[in-house]
């Protein structure tokens, strides 16, 4: 009986520390993060994979140069497969099956069979920010160099929202009325002491 | 934009209880001033803490230095009782945001 409840309470610790790590930290918010690769047009002989590890992997084909996000705590890489390597029908069996059933070592096997070359790695897809932050969308762009592992964007754009307009509005508009009080109370001591 | 709001009320109630232990007369006036210096600091330090996160302590020793002056003249009191009321007000706000939020 007593080893029942120490393995019932280990099991929802269990689960538990699940559960906290999807939570967000209070007073953060997750912004959303697209990362485009530039020169996708220059490689039409190439295919582009996205690849999550564990935990929660998946494998998609880049289209249009846009890398798919995926589960926060996973890592994303991007790899080239040379389009005459590459079967896109196995490609696609293998995308489809990473969606049911994710296999990493099948996956790996597939690159090394094809000679897939790793161009992007650890690519930013999740972060968060504090609430009052203004920033919305962050999008990072990255030129793809086949003989060269990136992991840093070559530029990136931050769309913000106009709430820092309300924050100094409020800011100034309080100092105005704190000047205001401070001034007439400077005038009326200047009166009593004439 | 509710927690920002449940943020803002919890400061401004706690900073509200240190001021009326430090200047124990006017009420009324100790919370229009509490609040007005509060609508002055806190929008600009959330401001700033949402593009620089990673400087939490640089902007609430600006906004300590920053209330201070503006106690000091709304107060009408000394810069040393300013400062000390100051320091304790941000110090208890900043240790219930770690703690509680």
Request: proline share 3%.
């Amino acid at each position: 009986m007593k080893d029942a409840l120490i393995c019932s309470l280990l099991f929802v610790m269990f689960l538990v520390s699940f559960v906290s790590a999807d939570m967000l930290t209070p007073g953060f918010k997750p912004v959303e993060i697209k990362n485009v690769i530039s020169n996708f047009n220059d490689f039409p002989d190439y295919y582009f994979v996205s690849f999550c590890h564990s935990p929660m992997g998946i494998i998609h084909l880049v289209d249009d140069g846009i890398v798919c996000g995926c589960y926060k705590y996973s890592q994303i890489d991007v790899y080239v497969i040379k389009k005459e390597s590459a079967d896109l029908d196995t490609l696609l069996t293998l995308i489809q099956n990473s969606n049911r059933h994710f296999n990493e070592s099948e996956i790996r096997k597939y690159f090394n069979e094809t000679d897939a070359i790793l161009v992007l790695e650890n690519v930013e897809h999740y972060k968060t920010v504090p609430i009052s932050s203004t920033e919305e969308v962050i999008t990072n762009y990255y030129e793809v160099n086949l003989s060269k592992v990136q992991t840093n964007p070559i530029d990136r754009e931050v769309n913000r929202n106009n709430l820092w307009i309300i924050y100094v509005g409020v800011s100034v508009v309080a100092l105005v009325v704190i000047l205001v009080i401070l001034l007439i109370r400077k005038r009326k001591n200047e009166l009593f002491t004439n | 934009m509710n927690y920002l709001l449940i943020n803002f009320v919890l400061t401004v109630v706690l900073e509200l209880i240190v001021f009326f232990v430090f200047f124990r007369k006017d009420y009324i006036k100790i919370f229009l001033f509490v609040l007005l210096i509060n609508f002055f600091s806190w929008p600009l330090a959330g401001l700033v803490f949402g593009y620089w996160p990673e400087y939490l302590l640089i902007i609430e020793l600006t906004i300590f230095l920053l209330e201070g002056i503006l106690i000091k003249f709304l107060f009408d009191t000394k810069y040393k009782k300013a400062f000390f009321v100051s320091f304790v007000a941000n110090l208890i706000s900043v240790l219930a945001g770690v703690f509680f939020i």
